[in-house]
């Protein structure tokens, strides 16, 4: 496998379910992100981890929990969601730095029942 | 604090003819900017970028944008499209200072028309 992998590409959830998405990079990247992406709206960063040390969580609600068990995997644990939740939740990791550029996963696709 | 402002939500082009997508941006310091393709059911994927020298960037795959600081701008042109060229495009900006944070725009979505 190369660049970064995300599973699973698709999931269905009821509201009362939890559910957990997983990206890994093998770039050996040492930032990796995770971003909602909704049709017309910018894409939403919502956590960043540095070094595996949460660097930014851009007032996400506690119903998305972020792991970051080492530099190579991410996970975000989802639990009691909302049909406004879903999206494509894409993962990007990239060396540490604003000057350097994020490669990006394929995303999930979430649809919340 | 940054912002990135993409105005053409859709752009639609007949094949060969040339494109231009815009991007504006706002910061109170020194940035780097970005243009992102993502194709249908993908990720992004780093098109080309800026970081400080000449104001003229180009793609592999023919794009080319160009830094106008005094505009605050950063358009991505290509002087002829192709079919496979259909995609969403979006420009991004992140301070420099060594924080990883970047800002994207809404996306402008290029349909090339055969």
């Known amino acids: 496998e190369t660049g970064v992998t995300q599973t699973p590409r698709h999931l269905v959830m009821g509201m009362t379910n939890k559910k957990s998405l997983k990206c890994e990079q093998h770039?050996?990247?040492?930032?990796m992100y995770w971003y909602k992406q909704s049709a017309k709206k910018p894409l939403e960063l919502m956590f960043v981890y540095n070094f595996k040390e949460q660097t930014e969580n851009n007032s996400v609600p506690s119903r998305f929990s972020p792991e970051c068990p080492n530099s190579s995997h991410l996970f975000l644990h989802l639990h009691t969601l909302q049909p406004e939740d879903s999206a494509l939740y894409l993962c990007?990791?990239?060396?540490?730095?604003?000057?350097?550029?994020?490669?990006f996963g394929p995303g999930t696709r979430l649809t919340v029942t | 604090a940054q912002s990135v402002t993409q105005l053409d939500s859709q752009v639609p082009v007949f094949e060969e003819a040339p494109v231009e997508l815009r991007c504006n941006y706002s910061?109170?310091?020194?940035?780097?900017l970005f243009w992102y393709v993502q194709y249908p059911n993908q990720g992004l994927q780093l098109l080309l970028k800026y970081l400080s020298g000449s104001t003229l960037v180009e793609s592999i795959n023919g794009f080319e944008a160009e830094f106008n600081k005094s505009q605050t701008s950063f358009h991505l042109r290509k002087p002829s499209v192709h079919i496979s060229d259909t995609a969403e495009y979006f420009c991004a900006v992140s301070e420099s200072g060594g924080y990883q944070k970047v800002t994207f725009g809404t996306g402008t979505k290029l349909q090339v028309i055969p």
């Open positions: 910061s109170s310091v020194s940035v780097y």
């Open positions: 770039l050996g990247h040492n930032a």
């Open positions: 990007a990791s990239s060396q540490d730095g604003g000057n350097y550029e994020q490669y």
